[in-house]
């Protein structure tokens, strides 16, 4: 039976060198003996080619030595290099901020002012992100069973659907809302007995209706909220818009209103998705 000298120190020496070369590191065999190009040159050997993995391994021992207890975490950035983390959070949080004020506000909230007014306070209270915006609501409050002439607010999460402006009076400015321009003879039907009840129309028309071209300036900045327009139900509620309000914020027969220059500063800020709460 064959004996083995693996235990008794006794190995003979040929034994020892090729054991040595079997149990060393391949980068070291190859800084040994370097193998020789077709050419005939010595080929770079693992550890020149690949020497990025040295400024890898230091960069590591580099971030956990500035990741100390007591010092400011450290984390890799582009181009090799360590930042404070906080840096990087910061960067992020800008980013964020700036896509949200390219978006715009989407979130509206009107809520009855919460102590009676006075003159020229309005009856309600608009929030528009970190601002709050007197405004006047319905003469008779919000109400969650709207009935047309009822002169009630519709409670509700309504979008901002359509818009229109006087182009005689207001410059055309750059929103997101799309807005068009009103032009004389154009009304809105409020005759539930009508098939176009809660809809433009043109006048001359038949039907009950209102005029969106005045002169005392309440639509000259008009946005039409999504009530009661589709499905359209009978006796519902109309004409439910976001529009000026009068000199001393009177109450409105169901719209919302904000004093002109609010309403004008407000619209750059809406979003296409902007959504109006009113509770």
């Given at each position: 039976m064959a004996s083995f000298h693996l235990?008794?120190?006794t190995q003979p020496s040929?034994?020892?060198?090729r054991a040595g070369a079997a149990f060393t590191r391949p980068h070291q065999r190859l800084a040994a003996a370097p193998r020789l190009s077709p050419q005939g040159a010595a080929a770079p050997s693992l550890r020149e080619k690949y020497g990025f993995f040295n400024a890898v391994q230091s960069l590591r021992v580099k971030s956990t030595q500035q990741n100390a207890p007591?010092?400011?975490k450290m984390v890799f950035s582009g181009g090799g290099r360590i930042v404070p983390a906080i840096a990087v959070q910061r960067a992020a949080r800008g980013q964020s901020g700036a896509r949200a004020r390219k978006r715009g506000l989407s979130r509206l909230t009107a809520v009855r002012a919460p102590y009676p007014?006075?003159?020229?306070a309005g009856n309600g209270r608009l929030r528009a992100g970190n601002t709050i915006l007197p405004c006047a609501?319905?003469?008779?409050?919000?109400?969650h069973n709207k009935r047309e002439g009822d002169e009630r607010t519709p409670a509700g999460a309504f979008r901002l659907v359509a818009g229109y402006f006087r182009a005689d009076?207001?410059?055309r400015q750059a929103l997101q809302l799309s807005l068009r321009p009103l032009r004389p003879g154009e009304g809105w039907c409020d005759d539930p007995a009508s098939s176009v009840y809660n809809r433009r129309v043109e006048l001359p028309f038949r039907g009950s209706h209102e005029e969106l071209w005045r002169g005392d300036g309440l639509y000259d900045l008009l946005l039409v909220l999504d009530y009661n327009l589709n499905p359209r139900r009978k006796h519902r509620g109309s004409a439910i818009f976001v529009h000026?309000?009068?000199?001393h914020l009177a109450p409105t027969s169901g719209c919302v209103a904000l004093r002109h220059d609010d309403l004008r500063r407000l619209l750059p800020r809406l979003s296409r998705a902007a959504v109006l709460t009113i509770k």
């Open positions: 235990i008794t120190g040929w034994f020892l060198s007591g010092r400011p007014a006075h003159t020229g609501l319905g003469r008779a409050g919000i109400a009076r207001i410059a000026c309000a009068s000199a």
